[in-house]
């Protein structure tokens, strides 16, 4: 690794640039395209994707699902606001699930607390290091709670942006969810941002072209907003997150061959992985190569951290969005197309209008 600091994840940022809600259609957001040999730029639309894909190719998407994991709540008898995230399931207490959640100023709360939450009470019952362990309601499934009362988890830094967000919950439900989404018991509570920008008409149009499709899934969880605050990047603690690789997904990673040295992410190969977002990278370069057949649907984590210096096994070429300053993301797309790079692109993106973060454009990185 290549001792990347903190300062090295630092670049300007207009606060304009962050793009409070989507385009529609979702495909005709903006993409930078990186030709990193010739260190050549091109300014197209998501939309023309597949002219940048051949039938040898690979796509990987990450097709997790993004629940209605906000809490926007009072507290019951006092109303005292409370709001915050549902993380994950923790335990079965019973027919009783729970699930760890994080509460702002959860000093203020106390073990036995109810929480009003749209039609529904929830019980915090225990405290588990940062997180509460909070209670939903004796025989029904959790899930049913967050879709029924829950608020999507749309990212702080988008609701700062706005200037007001009532009345958007609908659209978000559907904004912030990509279309290949899977139902899963593997909830995230943030979207793989990449995906978002794919239509099925899109998705038609490269597959019509030839090129293999693959869906793999990463739970995405609170750690991916997390900033790194160390002086050195690899002292931060890096979040862990759950992940599975199903049947399907297995049998085509499996066939592809272990690389000699000095190949990853060269040409010259058969054909090329194109990953889709960071998750997808993050799962896919926490995998031996080969993939061993045992694999198929065997559920796992990752805590990677991918910085400059990183050898990618499996990524030849990445779809993602503009990332926060101080981020392990901007870190990772550094380490993919030389951080410096990646910043001066970020520079020219912002002259050229182009929208960041999660409802923001894209930029594909090629050879």
């Not at 989507?22 to 990193?36: E, G, K, T």
């Amino acid at each position: 690794m290549s001792g990347t600091r903190l300062s090295d994840l630092e670049y300007t940022l207009d606060a304009a640039c962050i793009a409070r809600h989507p385009v529609s259609p979702r495909d005709s957001a903006r993409m930078m395209v990186l030709h990193r040999k010739e260190d050549r730029v091109e300014h197209r639309f998501v939309r023309d994707l597949a002219e940048y894909l051949t039938p040898m190719d690979t796509l990987v998407l990450n097709r997790t699902r993004v629940v209605p994991a906000r809490i926007d709540g009072l507290r019951f008898g006092d109303s005292r606001v409370a709001d915050g995230l549902f993380i994950r399931a923790c335990a079965r207490r019973g027919d009783r699930e729970v699930w760890l959640a994080a509460l702002r100023y959860s000093k203020r709360f106390r073990v036995g607390d109810f929480i009003q939450l749209g039609v529904d009470r929830l019980e915090l019952l225990a405290r588990d290091g940062e997180y509460w362990e909070v209670g939903f309601a004796a025989g029904e499934p959790a899930l049913v709670v967050l879709n029924r009362s829950g608020r999507t988890p749309i990212p702080p830094y988008i609701r700062q942006a706005r200037c007001d967000d009532d009345g958007v919950e609908t659209t978000d439900r559907c904004d912030y969810q990509t279309v290949f989404a899977a139902e899963s018991d593997l909830a995230s509570i943030a979207a793989p941002t990449a995906g978002l920008h794919f239509t099925p008409q899109l998705l038609q149009c490269i597959a019509q072209k030839g090129v293999a499709r693959v869906e793999v899934e990463l739970e995405v969880g609170p750690g991916t907003f997390k900033p790194v605050e160390c002086a050195v990047i690899a002292d931060h603690p890096m979040h862990t997150e759950r992940f599975v690789i199903p049947p399907e997904a297995a049998e085509v990673l499996s066939r592809l061959p272990a690389r000699s040295a000095g190949e990853a992410g060269g040409a010259g190969k058969a054909g090329r992985l194109v990953a889709v977002g960071t998750t997808t990278v993050r799962l896919l370069e926490s995998m031996p190569r080969p993939l061993p057949p045992a694999t198929a649907g065997t559920r796992s984590q990752t805590s990677i951290l991918i910085e400059p210096g990183f050898q990618f096994q499996w990524t030849d070429a990445l779809m993602t969005n503009f990332h926060l300053p101080r981020s392990t993301l901007l870190a990772l797309v550094g380490a993919f197309a030389g951080l410096d790079r990646v910043k001066n692109l970020y520079g020219l993106a912002q002259r050229e209008g182009y929208r960041f973060f999660s409802f923001g454009d894209a930029m594909l990185i090629l050879e």
